[in-house]
């Protein structure tokens, strides 16, 4: 349910656009959006000019894409990263850190090893992951925020909020949670988000095969360093 009140949540920023100018500068033409959720950047990328999948295994968060303006124009799959059409893309893209979700070794790997099988020779592997250095747990857990929201389908006010079940080793686990006002009914939807070292990511990737790794800071071209919030991944099969 949370997929439906995604986008009033998540609006555009300027992770979206370094996303955008990284791919222009890459010169993709066929592009998956690996984890694309609502669809907001896969639908910018098809009206820009490329040709896109969107490929997301939240069925609710698909169909909440599929309903958007210009949806027509990409390619939507219901399905993960065994959903790639082997050897077919110029990018694979992972946004908002999707990275963070594969909080086991082989589900990692496993993503990995999928991404590069379906880029052409000389395709790109673009995405995002927090530094775990920064610790952004730590300002996350002091957030009591409740968010106004609205049904998209009776208008009813809801509220939105999380709670924090904390860090796990390298695992962080809380909870999404919306109420609806009028009913009392309340939703959660249990997330985990895991944080792997610059080091770790880097040497991950050169297992599963990339050539080259090159990894930014902060969505900026400046190279990573253990002092960034964020790191970029650019990498090339």
Not at 46 to 71: C, L, M
Not at 133 to 139: K, Y
Not at 146 to 172: H, K
Not at 225 to 235: D, G, L, M, Y
Request: with cysteine; charged share 25%.
């Amino acid at each position: 349910m949370i997929a439906y009140y995604y986008d009033q949540l998540h609006t555009w920023g300027k992770e979206d656009e370094y996303f955008m100018e990284l791919l222009q500068l890459s010169k993709a033409k066929k592009i998956a959006d690996l984890g694309c959720g609502t669809g907001r950047v896969t639908i910018e990328l098809a009206k820009t000019g490329y040709e896109v999948t969107g490929i997301d295994p939240n069925e609710e968060a698909v169909h909440r894409a599929q309903s958007k303006e210009n949806a027509e124009l990409v390619s939507w799959i219901i399905g993960d990263s065994k959903s790639l059409t082997i050897n077919s893309y110029d990018a694979v893209i992972m946004t908002a850190n999707v990275a963070q979700v594969f909080i086991t070794e082989e589900s990692w790997s496993n993503v990995l090893q999928d991404v590069f099988t379906a880029l052409k020779p000389g395709g790109q592997f673009i995405f995002d992951a927090r530094n775990p250095q920064a610790r952004a747990w730590e300002e996350w857990q002091k957030d009591e925020t409740v968010e106004q929201l609205q049904d998209i389908y009776t208008l009813d006010l809801l509220l939105y909020w999380d709670e924090y079940e904390g860090l796990d080793r390298n695992v962080f686990t809380f909870y999404e949670k919306i109420k609806n006002v009028n009913t009392g009914i309340t939703h959660e939807a249990k997330v985990q988000l895991i944080f792997r070292s610059l080091e770790e990511i880097s040497s991950a990737l050169k297992k599963a095969g990339f050539t080259t790794v090159n990894a930014y800071e902060d969505f900026t071209f400046q190279t990573a360093t253990n002092q960034a919030k964020s790191f970029i991944f650019h990498c090339i099969k």
